[in-house]
C-alpha cells in the first residue's frame, strides 16, 4: 500500500554552519556586486512518539477494539477452573496437562492461581478465548520439561496469538522451545518474578532471543511503585514493561498478576488489527507505556507502565493510504517510518494564506490514516491542523523583545566593522554582523542569524528588535519572508543619487526546529526620498523548499517547492521630524509543485494580495523611543486552486473509500491586524516595551471572531 505521509520521510536538512555561510559569501563575491552566500530508536526517544495530544483527535469507532471468536491466549500455569466468567464456551479445544493432572482444575496451593490469571485475561479481552496449559501443580516449582512441551503445543496451534507465562521465573527451558513460538509469530508474556533479583529470572532471560517476539512484566503495588519484591528490569530493560500486580480474583499480589494485564492488551491489539506482526504488538505496548523512575528506558521499570489507551492511539508517523486497496510491500512500509515522530503535530501546520480555505472543507473532519504500525485510524484532519501564524504572536514577540541586543565589538578598522550579538542560534553558532563601507556611496551587510539594518523607506519607521526585525509582525506577515530567523543575510545599499538608493539584498535561512524548512530569497529595492516623503518599489523571488507560505514541510498537507514572485510598494509621508504616515502594498503570485502522495496537488499558480496602512513615530515621548500604529491584511491568497485528495473509509475487503474535489485556495475569511508597539528606553540599563493588537478573522478563518492581546515587557540589562 502505497502512503502519503502525515510526517513524511524527509530527513532535516542539515543547518548549513557559519564556515558553509563563509565560502558561499567568497564565491559568489567572486561573480557579482552583491557579497553573499549563494529506524532505529534510542532508549531515551521513546516517549516522543506518543502523539500529543491524540487522546481528543484519534478517538472514534475505528479505534474500538472489536472481537475475533476464534482468538486464542494460552495460558500456562496451574490449570484454569471453570468459574465465572470462565465457561466451556470461553475454552478453545485442545487444553492439556504436562503433570499428569486436569488442565481445567486449579491445582495451585493457594487455591487459585491459573484460574485468577485466566480471568483477568477475560476481564480485559472479552474476545479472546483460553487454552489451558498446565506445568505445574501449585507451590513455587515448575519443571523446565512440562514448560517446553506447553510452549511447543502453543506454538504448533495456529489459533494461538498471545501466551501468558506467568511461572517464567521458576524454571529456564531450552532455548528451541521458547523460540518455537517467535518462528510462530506470538507474543510471549513472561513474569519477571518475585526474588527481589535487580534483573528477572527464568524464562524471561531469553526474551533478548525472541526477535522483539516477547515480552518481560514487573509488578506495581497498591501505591503504584515497584512491588517490593518483584524482580527489576537490569540489563533486560528494553524487552520490560510494569503492570498492575493484583487480582479482583484472588486476594494477594505478583508479577503473576501483572503478566495477564499485558497479555490481554497484546490480545486486544492482535484483534483490532490482525495484520499486526508479534514484535510490533511488543512495540506498540513499550512505545505507549507511561514513563516511570528515571527518564527514558530505566533498569528498575524498563519501559514504565502500560497504557492501554496510549496503545489505541496512532503512534509515530501518520499516513495517508494512496490508491484504492491497502496491498503494501514492505519495503513501502519502511519508507513511511520516519525518525521524527514526535513532529507529527508540528508537521501539519500550513501557511496562513491558505489556512483559512482549507478549514472550511467538510472532507477533513474524517481522513483515514496509518500510523507506522500500519493501523487504521479516522482523524478529524481540521482539529490537528494549524496555520503557520494563527496562534498567539505574543510569546515570539515576548522571546524577541527579551532578546540581549548589546553587541560586542569583535573588530573594527578603516570601513567595516565586525559585531557579535548577545546570545546563539540553535546549533551554538554566534549572531554576527559584518558592515563594510568602502566610500559614502556605498554600503554592504552581512548577518548570521541577525538581520542587517535598514534605513531606507517605510519599514526604518517601525521599532527594530535585536535580530534586526520589526518590533510587531505586520511588516514580516505582509510576506513572509521573515518567518524563518535563522541564516545567512546580505544586504548592498548603493547610492545612485542625493535622492536614490538601490538595495539588493540575499537570504538563506533556516528554522530553528529540526524541521527541514529552508527559505532563500533574492531581492532589489529601489528608495526615493525627499526631505519629507519616501517611496520604495521592491521585488524579487522567494524559494520555499517542501512548505507553501510557511507551511511545514514533510505534513500530509504540504508541498515540495514554491517559488513566489513578488512586487512591494511601500511609502512614508513625513508629518513632522517625529511623525510619519506609512503605507505598503504586496502583490505575489506563486508557482507550486505538489509532492506525490499528498491531500493536495495539481495546484494552479496562487494569487496572493497583502497591505498595510499606519503611524511610525521616532522620539515622540523621549530621547531613543520609537512606537508605531498600523492597520494590516496580512498576506491572503485571492485566487488559485488545487485537487483535494481524501481518504476517508476503508471496506472488509481493503478497499479505501476516497473524497475528491477541485477546491479553491482562497480563504473565504480575511484577516484584519491592528496593532501597537511601543518602545522606552528608561536609562542605560533599563528598557520598557507595550505591545498590543486586535486579531479579527485570525488566519483569514472567518468563523474566528476578535482576538486581543496585550503584553509589557521590562529588560534590565547587567
Not at 307 to 318: D, E, W, Y
Not at 663 to 684: C, D, K
Amino acid at each position: 500500500m502505497k502512503h502519503s505521509s502525515f510526517t513524511f520521510r524527509r530527513q532535516p536538512a542539515s543547518k548549513p554552519t557559519l564556515l558553509d555561510y563563509a565560502w558561499r559569501c567568497w564565491r559568489l563575491a567572486i561573480i557579482g556586486a552583491l557579497i553573499m552566500p549563494t529506524l532505529a530508536f534510542a532508549q531515551s526517544d521513546f516517549s516522543n512518539d506518543i502523539i500529543s495530544g491524540a487522546e481528543s483527535d484519534s478517538e472514534s469507532s475505528d479505534a474500538t477494539p472489536v472481537t475475533s471468536s476464534g482468538f486464542g491466549v494460552a495460558v500456562l500455569d496451574t490449570g484454569v477452573q471453570l468459574v465465572g466468567s470462565i465457561t466451556t464456551g470461553t475454552m478453545l479445544p485442545g487444553s492439556a496437562s504436562f503433570v499428569g493432572g486436569n488442565p481445567l482444575v486449579d491445582y495451585a496451593n493457594q487455591g487459585t492461581h491459573g484460574t485468577a490469571v485466566a480471568q483477568i485475561i477475560r476481564a480485559l479481552s472479552p474476545g479472546s478465548k483460553i487454552l489451558s496449559l498446565q506445568t505445574s501443580t501449585g507451590g513455587r516449582s515448575l519443571a523446565a520439561s512440562a514448560a517446553a512441551q506447553a510452549l511447543r503445543t502453543a506454538a504448533a496451534n495456529p489459533a494461538i496469538r498471545v501466551i501468558n507465562h506467568s511461572n517464567a521465573a521458576l524454571a529456564i527451558v531450552p532455548y528451541d522451545a521458547i523460540f518455537a513460538t517467535a518462528l510462530a509469530d506470538q507474543v510471549v508474556v513472561m513474569a519477571s518474578g518475585n526474588d527481589r533479583l535487580l534483573k528477572p529470572n527464568g524464562d524471561a532471560l531469553h526474551a533478548p532471543g525472541l526477535g522483539g517476539k516477547g515480552l518481560i512484566v514487573g509488578g506495581l503495588g497498591p501505591d503504584g511503585e515497584m512491588l517490593g519484591f518483584s524482580n527489576r528490569a537490569g540489563g533486560y530493560a528494553q524487552h520490560y514493561v510494569v503492570a498492575w500486580g493484583a487480582s479482583e480474583f484472588a486476594n494477594y499480589w505478583g508479577t503473576s498478576f501483572a503478566t495477564p494485564r499485558v497479555s490481554a492488551l497484546a490480545a486486544e491489539l492482535r484483534q483490532r488489527w490482525p495484520d499486526l506482526r508479534a514484535e510490533q504488538v511488543t512495540d506498540i505496548i513499550k512505545r505507549s507505556s507511561t514513563d516511570m523512575g528515571s527518564p527514558g528506558v530505566d533498569e528498575k521499570y524498563g519501559w514504565g507502565r502500560i497504557n492501554s489507551v496510549r496503545a489505541f492511539q496512532p503512534l509515530g508517523a501518520l499516513t495517508a493510504p494512496v490508491g484504492s486497496t491497502t496491498t503494501e510491500t514492505e519495503e513501502e512500509q519502511a519508507q513511511a517510518d520516519p525518525p521524527d515522530a514526535d513532529l507529527r503535530r508540528r508537521r501539519l501546520r500550513i501557511g496562513t494564506p491558505i489556512f483559512g480555505a482549507l478549514m472550511r472543507e467538510p472532507a477533513l473532519l474524517k481522513v483515514l490514516a496509518l500510523d507506522r504500525y500500519g493501523r487504521d485510524f479516522s482523524l478529524n484532519l481540521s482539529a490537528m491542523v494549524s496555520g503557520a501564524d494563527t496562534q498567539s504572536s505574543i510569546r515570539r514577540i515576548a522571546r524577541d523583545w527579551a532578546a540581549r541586543d548589546r553587541s560586542s565589538l569583535l573588530s573594527d578598522g578603516t570601513g567595516y566593522r565586525l559585531s557579535s550579538y548577545g546570545g546563539s542560534d540553535s546549533t551554538g553558532a554566534p549572531r554576527l554582523r559584518f558592515d563594510f563601507s568602502g566610500d559614502t556611496a556605498s554600503r554592504h551587510q552581512l548577518g548570521y542569524s541577525i538581520r542587517p539594518e535598514q534605513r531606507n523607506g517605510a519599514v526604518s519607521w517601525l521599532p527594530r528588535l535585536a535580530n534586526g526585525g520589526t518590533a510587531g509582525s505586520a511588516w514580516q506577515r505582509s510576506l513572509l519572508t521573515g518567518n524563518l530567523e535563522e541564516g545567512f543575510y546580505s544586504l548592498s545599499s548603493y547610492r545612485l543619487g542625493t535622492k536614490t538608493t538601490l538595495d539588493l539584498a540575499f537570504e538563506d535561512t533556516h528554522d530553528s526546529d529540526s524541521m527541514g524548512q529552508q527559505n532563500q530569497v533574492w531581492s532589489s529595492a529601489v528608495h526615493f526620498a525627499t526631505d519629507t516623503f519616501g517611496a520604495t518599489f521592491e521585488g524579487g523571488l522567494l524559494q520555499e523548499d517542501g512548505s507553501l507560505f510557511g507551511g511545514a514541510p514533510g505534513g500530509a498537507l504540504s508541498v515540495d517547492a514554491a517559488e513566489t514572485r513578488f512586487l512591494r510598494l511601500s511609502g512614508y509621508r513625513s508629518i513632522n521630524t517625529r511623525l510619519a504616515l506609512l503605507a505598503a502594498y504586496t502583490g505575489a503570485l506563486t508557482d507550486v509543485d505538489s509532492s506525490s502522495g499528498k491531500l493536495l496537488d495539481n495546484f494552479s499558480d496562487l494569487s496572493s494580495q497583502a497591505w498595510l496602512v499606519g503611524l511610525g513615530a521616532k522620539e515622540l515621548l523621549s530621547s531613543g523611543d520609537a512606537a508605531s500604529l498600523t492597520l494590516s491584511q496580512p498576506l491572503r491568497v485571492t485566487a488559485g486552486s488545487a485537487d483535494l485528495d481524501v481518504p476517508y473509509g476503508l471496506g472488509s475487503n481493503g478497499r479505501i473509500f476516497r473524497f475528491r474535489q477541485r477546491i479553491s485556495m482562497a480563504p473565504a475569511g480575511t484577516e484584519t491586524l491592528l496593532e501597537m508597539t511601543y518602545r522606552f528606553p528608561w536609562s542605560s540599563v533599563l528598557e520598557l516595551g507595550v505591545y498590543g493588537s486586535l486579531r479579527y478573522q485570525a488566519g483569514h478563518d472567518e468563523r474566528a471572531g476578535i482576538a486581543p492581546q496585550v503584553m509589557t515587557v521590562v529588560r534590565g540589562k547587567i
